[in-house]
Every structure is written in C-alpha cells, then in structure tokens.
C-alpha cells in the first residue's frame, strides 16, 4: 500500500540526445550525456532532493519544498551551461527541465499520480535551457522565487481537459531570488511616478503604470487585451513596467511588429524590446493604421 504525500516533481532531461549520437558517435555522446546526468543528481541531492530514477538521458527527482526543486533545477541549469567537457562544436549541450508540486503516491521508492505526469508535460513544453512550471507550483514558492517567474502561454496538455497557465522561471537572472520584493517596488516608485503606457485596441484600453506593471496580449479570454486572429498565440506577449521602462516582451509563434510614429520598424519573436514614444503593435502581422487589428500606444509622462 503506498502513501500519500505533497512534493515538488522535477523532470530534467538532455536535448537532442539523439543527435548526439550521430555527430559524436556512441562512446563520447554516452560519456556527455552522462556528465549531464550527474550533475542533475548532484543538484537533486544538493538541494534537499531524492533521485527517484534516471531514464537514459533523464532524471525524475523530488523535493519538500517548491524552493527546493527550482534551486536545484537553476544549479542544474547553470553547471550544464559552464562545463568544459560539454560543448559540441563550441556549443554547450542544453538540458530542459519541467516542476510541478502536488499530492503523489510514494510506493517501492517511485511516485505516481496525475501530479507526476503534469511535471512530466511540463518538461515537453520546455525548451533547451528552460524551467517550466505550473500554477500550482508557483503558489507553493517563497516570495523570492516567485519574483523570477513569468507566466509565458496557456496550453492544452494531453490526458487533461483544461488549459493549464504555462511559468518559465527566470533562472539566468543574476540574484534575482536574493532580490527583496519590498526593495524592487521602492526603487521603483522612487522613479519617475507619472510614466504610463497607454494601449488601445477597438474598445479596449489598457494602462501600464506603477500600479499596474504587468499586462498581457493574446486571443485567450484571460489576457487584459483580447485580440482574435489566426496569427495571433493565446497568450501572444506581454508589456512590462520596469526601472521607468516600457519592455513589448514576445511569447508567439508568429512574433510582435511594432510602427513608430517615426516611421521606424520593428519586429521581436521570443525576445524583448523597449517601446517608446508612440506608434503601432501588429500581433503575428505588420500592423495597418486601417486595419481593426492594430493596437495603438502612446507613452505618457
């Protein structure tokens, strides 16, 4: 008979494992991926975690606390990217990593449980060198940590009915979870007060300020912007106040155009710019100051 208990699930595996083997052959691609392997268990055992099992190219582990597993998977993250013995034609071998927190069964050392295939999910909709979480997860971290992580899309995962909010954790950013949270809003205020984004889209009207300095763009219902269209991601990009900064950060498949009024074009996918002065934003296409899709901002002061 197993037990019940709440833990945070960590999957952590090698990217293009594969075709590792193809470009170095069995012997060296075997030696890298299982110097990937024992730095996961090392940051698994490090941070308070238990190596449940390893799986060729992957590890599942468990943790007490969300905390926990998002030290070790930031550790596990930072040493894959510096180790010397894993760089493949100067690039570095990438690991992905996906965290979930919920009730497991624990029975002969191994978990199950609809909590262990959704950090499994997770895992599948990270990218190289990314942490993905959930909701759940997010709930269970210090303050600290939850400063680090964004929500980043909203997706349908298999075997559930509903959508699950997708997080990246922000584990590149330099002691952003030493930052306290109190701190940043100060030095924040202390800036300039007044500065606001305004955004427009047909009736809609949405401002980025002090007061409110996270917005989000897409055609899923939860955005504060609702936009429809095929070319347009569920939760396409988002606009964020920071250090008297306006930052258009992109989340899409198709990209973010932006039209200054001078004139000046830009495009960003996956990536983040500053918006400044006044202009248009065109989600997944250049945006036409006729068309009912554009959205129209204006930075005030």
Known sequence: MGTEIEVAILFADVVGSTKLYE??????????????????RAATEQNHGTVIKTMGDEVMSTFPTADDA???????????????????????????????????????RDVFGSAVHTANR???????????????MVDKLSSDWRA????????????????????????????????VPA?????????????????RYQGQEVLVEN?????????AEENDLVIKGNLISRLHARVEFNRNKFML???????TFVLGKDGEEAFVRR???????????????????????????????
């Open 23 to 40: 470009l170095l052959g069995d012997l060296r691609a075997r030696d890298m991926v299982g110097i990937c392997v024992d730095v996961m």
């Open 70 to 108: 998002l030290n070790a998977a930031a550790q596990m993250q930072k040493q894959i990217v510096l180790h010397p013995q894993l760089k493949v034609d100067e690039q570095a071998v990438a690991i992905r990593i996906g965290c979930n927190y919920g009730l497991v069964v624990l029975e002969n």
């Open 122 to 136: 997770m895992t599948s909709q990270a990218k190289a060198g990314q942490i993905i979480t959930t909701a759940t």
């Open 148 to 179: 680090s992580v964004r929500q980043i899309d909203i997706a349908t995962l298999k075997g559930r009915s509903s959508e699950v909010a997708l997080f990246e954790v922000l584990w590149q950013t330099e002691d952003i979870t030493s930052m």
């Open 183 to 199: 701190i940043a809003i100060t030095s924040r205020q202390r800036g300039n007060q007044g500065l606001r984004l305004r955004l």
């Open 211 to 219: 007061a409110h300095a996270n917005i989000t763009m897409g055609r």
């Open 249 to 255: 950060i992109d989340q899409s498949t198709n990209g």
């Open 271 to 301: 990536d983040s710019m500053q918006i400044r002065g006044e202009g248009l934003i065109g989600l997944g296409k250049a945006p036409d100051s006729n068309s009912s899709q554009v959205i129209r901002y204006t930075c005030e002061e």
